[in-house]
């Protein structure tokens, strides 16, 4: 198993120190986030910047398709399938961190207790999650499939679609998922492969879960 894993990609060892640095960076990045994330949410939009209000930060951030895709960078650019697990749990715990410590102390109330489970389990699931993750950016069919399926669950939230409409609701999501492609791109052939691949797990997934991936 841990051969075939090799041949799909190698993990790229590191120093004890830079390991602990990287985690805490991770760690202070998350934080910052969550932080950031809770204080635009607790602004009036009316007291955001301009092209704040207009770009509709605050609903963007309290959507999943910018998460997914800061934890899938996290993941691949990781040295390990190890450090990818570790890294993105710390990423999301900090971010649970700031954002219900800033909600506590300086919003003055109790976050919402459904909302907080639905962060608290993909916060558990993200080292499993990552580990698969880190290997998008290996070479092979197993790395193909596992890049198509991110593209599709960041398509699913950037495009709106059914049998007679198909939308953008939300640009920056858009660039999301763009962002996303190009992050996975390894070379023009495979990229080709990996879209077409995408929008049939899309499509699948959107009919099979009709409801499941919007967030």
Not at 26 to 34: E, I, K, T
Not at 51 to 71: P, Q
Request: proline share 4%.
């Amino acid at each position: 198993m841990i051969k075939w894993l090799n041949n799909i990609r190698a993990p790229i060892h590191i120093s004890r120190r830079k390991k602990i640095l990287n985690t805490l960076l991770v760690f202070v990045f998350g934080l910052a986030m969550g932080i950031g994330t809770k204080f635009l949410d607790c602004i009036p939009s009316n007291l955001l910047p301009y092209f704040m209000e207009i770009l509709d930060l605050r609903n963007f951030f309290g959507r999943i398709a910018i998460w997914y895709l800061l934890a899938v960078i996290i993941s691949i650019y990781s040295k390990t399938p190890l450090r990818a697990s570790v890294n993105v749990f710390v990423f999301f715990a900090g971010m649970l961190t700031g954002y219900y410590a800033y909600t506590r102390l300086f919003a003055g109330f109790y976050p919402d207790r459904a909302y907080l489970m639905i962060w608290i389990v993909l916060t558990a699931l993200s080292p499993f999650l990552a580990f698969i993750c880190w290997y998008a950016k290996g070479k092979g069919n197993t790395s193909l499939v596992i890049s198509s399926l991110i593209s599709a669950l960041l398509f699913l939230q950037a495009f709106s679609f059914g049998m007679t409409y198909f939308n953008a609701p939300y640009i920056l999501e858009v660039l999301v998922w763009a962002a996303g492609i190009a992050i996975l791109y390894k070379s023009p052939k495979q990229t080709a492969v990996m879209l077409v691949l995408s929008l049939v797990f899309a499509v699948t997934m959107r009919i099979v879960f009709p409801f499941m991936f919007i967030m």
